[in-house]
């Protein structure tokens, strides 16, 4: 123990007793944090804000207050209340930290560095005072008290060791998490296969001699699942419980009362993965009803926001419908000039099951110099074709390809999922049309076909696709990606793909020239070999302080929903399609909230399509890949429509504060406000099919809306900002605050 209380680390030679702390304000508004290793970038130190700790928030939500720091993976950390947090380097030093978020500075500024090797302890925590409880590696619970522990600065002193036999160190030794509140200390012990786990009270006292814990346990939580890890308390009579892996929810549950806690919300929070502590308040309390939730001071407007108001100019002319176009490129971006295009009509094969259907050709033309194209949509339809978009809303969804070869004799090949209608479709299936073109708007390349192209390839099981970053990032509670861009390329069975699939045998034909093949290549055949019903975010909706959200997506499908097209390895997107299709079922949430924020997903179904056509003259035959959405499919005793990822952390104080002025309003209270026409905005993780993520938007209408309903109090405003554009404007979606 020598190199443990080295430096400032005193060892009393007698006994002491705790010193008497100054009696606290019952507070609210308790600050938690949360140690994030999940991310691979390292770990992060998150703050939430715990903002009626006293009900558990039983009519709220721990707050995403957006602050972060970096926190090292192996570090440990742990609270000391008053805004002091202890960090456990990797290498064992103990520093203390003060958290100066709310008032503009850092999360972790450096108070003191006591040095000393703490990794003797398998674990630390603090009484929120100035107690500090220690399990030392041999078995023995170690106490140390904390000179003026509101600094953060004082000396650390051991007063007492607590034999390894003691029950309660017994308990705390073979707990899956442990935690105090003032004088208490809990612990945690998960479920296993055939009986519920439990958290229980210890009462830990200085008075007298023999045990610290006189009075043995009192059994607080019950119930406590297989998955539940993690737990800690902001003060007396109030528990939070979440899984802290990864690959489970990371949804928070709170309980409070006496002796058996009950349930206060089940969902209190989403997205915690990782250590938690809470800035433990010796005594809680609840706050005024009539305080709008605040991180930190909200810099005063110079200039009032407009009221929300609904756009009520007529909806905009689409481009036109009745045509296809789009744009090939090389690998580097460079044009693809005076390249034949195929235009092949999609969703012929969705009333077939193994048979192999070759599509049918809507229009055949050349890339111009910029590498842009158009076909128009034949004025009379194949009746197939005809059938097909009379079942999607009127639209019809075709593919397009190119293909030539590079000067060092390497097949390339390009495709792009594009959509168009009728003159005389519906006005919503013409805006559809608008939606996924804008979707699709990027250039498409064309991609090296490799010799494992000539052959059929295995398809991976489930268990393999559940590897892949598609399928990880599907099981976390809170939407990360929002619109950022996917990968490029991604992989059905791994975190990610590795190597540039420009560089065949050697040569990199990213930047080679292309022209036409000798003979070319034929029309495409197709197979279905594979199908999956999937859960896909179609809608959100936003409400914060004394609001209520409301999303509506009834009816029939309306939203564009990106391909995926395997290109020897690998996958990537190459456009979208519009789904349009009737749905028997109403679908969305009605007034949910105060401080709710969540996702809509309705069950899609998706195929797995099997390419083949053959080139040179009918030498060469190629097989490829690609996952497409097809109609609203209720699985058999599954939902309409479910809750899908939280986004609670775009809304609150200090994401208003950092949206654009222009992007802001406010509802009167009392009222409503909804956007009903425009695109959505675009959701980068919508679903996840076969192991790969598509994105996906809605075209929001009289059946497809995000709805915001402002509560009575006049006390503050119900403050919304548009995240694309101003509220009258298209946003995309709304914020509340």
């Given at each position: 123990m020598t190199a443990l209380i080295a430096g400032s680390i005193a060892v009393p030679t007698a006994f002491s007793a705790p010193t008497a702390q100054a009696a606290e304000a019952c507070r609210s508004g308790i600050p938690t944090y949360v140690h994030d290793v999940s991310g691979e970038s390292g770990g992060v130190l998150r703050k939430y804000l715990d903002w009626d700790p006293l009900t558990g928030n039983a009519a709220g939500a721990l707050l995403d207050t957006g602050e972060t720091a970096p926190l090292e993976t192996y570090s440990e950390f742990f609270t000391g209340g008053r805004g002091i947090i202890y960090v456990k380097t990797p290498e064992g030093a103990l520093k203390t930290y003060k958290d100066n978020s709310a008032t503009g500075g850092s999360m972790l500024t450096p108070v003191r560095d006591y040095g000393g090797n703490w990794n003797a302890y398998e674990r630390m925590w603090s009484t929120g005072d100035n107690r500090i409880f220690a399990l030392h590696q041999d078995g023995v619970l170690d106490v140390y008290a904390v000179a003026n522990p509101s600094s953060g600065s004082g000396d650390i002193t051991k007063v007492r060791t607590v034999p390894r036999n003691d029950p309660a160190v017994v308990a705390i030794a073979q707990a899956d998490d442990v935690w105090s509140a003032g004088q208490v200390v809990y612990t945690l012990r998960r479920g296993v296969v055939d009986r519920y786990g439990e958290v229980k009270a210890w009462r830990y006292s200085e008075i007298g001699f023999g045990s610290p814990f006189p009075n043995g346990s009192t059994t607080v939580v019950t119930g406590v699942d297989i998955k539940t890890r993690v737990g800690w308390s902001p003060g007396p009579g109030t528990i939070y419980t979440v899984g802290d892996n990864p690959d489970y929810t990371g949804i928070a549950t709170s309980y409070t009362g006496a002796a058996i806690m009950s349930v206060a919300n089940p969902d209190v929070g989403a997205g915690i993965y990782g250590d938690v502590h809470a800035d433990i308040a010796s005594c809680l309390a609840s706050p005024s009803p009539e305080i709008k939730p605040s991180v930190r001071p909200v810099p005063p407007e110079t200039e009032t926001p407009p009221k929300a108001v609904t756009d009520g100019s007529p909806d905009p002319s689409p481009q036109d419908?009745?045509?296809?176009?789009?744009?090939?490129?090389?690998?580097?971006?460079?044009?693809?000039?005076?390249?034949?295009?195929?235009?092949?009509?999609?969703?012929?094969?969705?009333?077939?099951?193994?048979?192999?259907?070759?599509?049918?050709?809507?229009?055949?033309?050349?890339?111009?110099?910029?590498?842009?194209?158009?076909?128009?949509?034949?004025?009379?339809?194949?009746?197939?074709?005809?059938?097909?978009?009379?079942?999607?809303?009127?639209?019809?969804?075709?593919?397009?390809?190119?293909?030539?070869?590079?000067?060092?004799?390497?097949?390339?090949?390009?495709?792009?999922?594009?959509?168009?209608?009728?003159?005389?479709?519906?006005?919503?299936?013409?805006?559809?049309?608008?939606?996924?073109?804008?979707?699709?708007?990027?250039?498409?390349?064309?991609?090296?076909?490799?010799?494992?192209?000539?052959?059929?390839?295995?398809?991976?099981?489930?268990?393999?696709?559940?590897?892949?970053?598609?399928?990880?990032?599907?099981?976390?509670?809170?939407?990360?990606?929002?619109?950022?861009?996917?990968?490029?390329?991604?992989?059905?069975?791994?975190?990610g793909p590795q190597g540039d699939p420009y560089v065949i045998d050697g040569v990199d034909t990213k930047s080679l020239a292309v022209t036409p093949m000798d003979g070319g290549c034929d029309k495409t055949s197709e197979k279905i070999i594979g199908n999956q019903i999937k859960y896909t975010t179609v809608a959100e909706g936003h409400a914060y302080w004394d609001a209520k959200a409301t999303v509506d997506y009834d009816s029939k499908l309306s939203s564009s929903v990106e391909v995926a097209v395997k290109t020897g390895t690998k996958w990537t997107i190459e456009g979208s399609v519009a789904l349009g299709s009737a749905m028997s079922d109403a679908s969305g949430y009605t007034n949910k909230g105060p401080y709710f924020a969540k996702q809509w997903k309705v069950p899609i179904e998706y195929t797995k399509i099997r390419e083949k056509w053959t080139c040179n003259y009918g030498r060469d035959t190629f097989y490829r890949y690609k996952i497409m959405g097809g109609k609203y499919k209720v699985p058999f005793g599954g939902a309409v429509g479910k809750s899908g990822k939280d986004v609670s952390n775009r809304d609150g104080s200090v994401n208003y504060s950092n949206s654009p002025k222009t992007h802001r309003a406010w509802v009167e209270a009392g009222s409503y406000f909804q956007i009903s026409k425009n695109r959505s905005t675009k959701w980068s993780g919508s679903v996840s099919a076969f192991g790969v993520k598509l994105g996906a938007s809605t075209q929001y209408d009289r059946d497809h809306k995000q709805r915001i309903t402002a509560g009575n109090k006049k006390n503050a405003r119900h403050d919304i900002w548009g995240k694309n554009d101003r509220i009258s404007g298209k946003p995309g979606v709304f914020y509340s605050y």
């Open positions: 419908p009745t045509q296809f176009s789009g744009e090939f490129v090389l690998g580097d971006g460079s044009p693809a000039a005076g390249l034949p295009v195929r235009v092949e009509a999609l969703d012929v094969t969705s009333d077939s099951s193994d048979d192999e259907v070759q599509l049918i050709t809507l229009g055949t033309t050349v890339t111009a110099p910029d590498g842009t194209w158009t076909v128009p949509l034949p004025p009379i339809l194949p009746a197939i074709v005809k059938r097909a978009a009379a079942g999607n809303g009127g639209i019809v969804n075709a593919m397009a390809s190119v293909n030539g070869k590079t000067s060092s004799g390497h097949m390339m090949r390009g495709t792009h999922m594009v959509t168009a209608a009728p003159a005389a479709a519906p006005a919503t299936a013409r805006a559809l049309v608008a939606a996924a073109a804008e979707d699709g708007s990027e250039p498409s390349k064309m991609r090296p076909v490799t010799d494992d192209m000539r052959k059929e390839q295995a398809q991976p099981t489930v268990a393999q696709t559940n590897l892949s970053w598609a399928s990880k990032d599907e099981e976390v509670s809170v939407d990360l990606l929002g619109d950022k861009p996917l990968p490029e390329y991604q992989s059905d069975t791994a975190q």
